[in-house]
């Protein structure tokens, strides 16, 4: 298995609360990824980042911000959580070959509930 | 816009038998698409993919058939186990490795 390790697993919050979710990983991966999945809508890209201090908005992009300091580490940010962000939170890494796209690996999941 | 879609939201499979689970694309110059199965409780896994330049590609026991004229891929799975139970993906790279997915099809196999 790719090591990814997301942070925390789970966690209930209250509405207006800031919270961030880590996704770390050990494969030196130059992509990383963060997707919400919710019942009927499948995976959707929130951002993710090519490299560090690189990234860019993916799908469902308002409301997160994310930041990437170095390889290993991809932070997701909710500045004020709504309960319409209850979800869970996927973190995935990529290392596509020169000139092509290389497959996701993804992390475990986060399961965030905001009240 | 970009967006993938899945023709059926479930499929119901006898033990055995072959599954074909569809997917519809609507970005044009997508280059590469992948299907993920996901078991329940945990992330989605890599099955196989496919770039635009090939319409098959064979895996074990998975085959899938990319149709660019009307945007279509599939997703076949011979000799279905129960293990095969899970959702399953499609996403297709939209742009610089901006990996879209589709919003799944649960596959649950008959005894």
């Known amino acids: 298995d790719a090591g990814i390790t997301q942070s925390p697993r789970h966690k209930v919050t209250e509405t207006g609360t800031p919270v961030t979710l880590r996704c770390h990983q050990t494969?030196?991966?130059?992509?990383m990824y963060w997707y919400r999945q919710d019942p009927g809508h499948g995976l959707r890209l929130i951002h993710y980042s090519y490299g560090v201090k690189d990234t860019d908005k993916g799908e469902v992009s308002d409301g997160y911000s994310v930041s990437r300091s170095k390889t290993e580490d991809f932070l997701l940010t909710l500045e004020s959580a709504t309960s319409s962000q209850t979800s869970v939170y996927f973190c995935?890494?990529?290392?596509?070959?020169?000139?092509?796209?290389?497959?996701?690996?993804f992390g475990e999941g986060s399961r965030l509930t905001v009240l | 816009g970009e967006s993938v879609g899945l023709h059926l939201p479930t499929l119901s499979v006898q033990e055995g038998d072959n599954s074909i689970i569809n997917c519809a694309y609507s970005n044009s110059a997508s280059d590469y698409f992948i299907w993920y199965k996901q078991e329940s409780g945990k992330g989605p896994q890599f099955i196989i993919d496919i770039r635009s330049n090939m319409d098959k590609r064979q895996g074990q026991r998975v085959t899938v058939l990319l149709n660019k004229t009307v945007k279509h891929l599939s997703l076949q799975i011979a000799a279905t186990q129960p293990g095969d139970s899970a959702v399953y993906f499609c996403?297709?790279?939209?742009?610089?490795?901006?990996?879209?997915f589709g919003s799944g099809t649960r596959l649950s196999i008959r005894p």
């Open positions: 995935a890494i990529s290392e596509p070959p020169t000139g092509n796209t290389g497959e996701l690996f």
């Open positions: 996403a297709e790279n939209t742009s610089a490795s901006k990996i879209i």
């Open positions: 494969e030196n991966h130059r992509y």
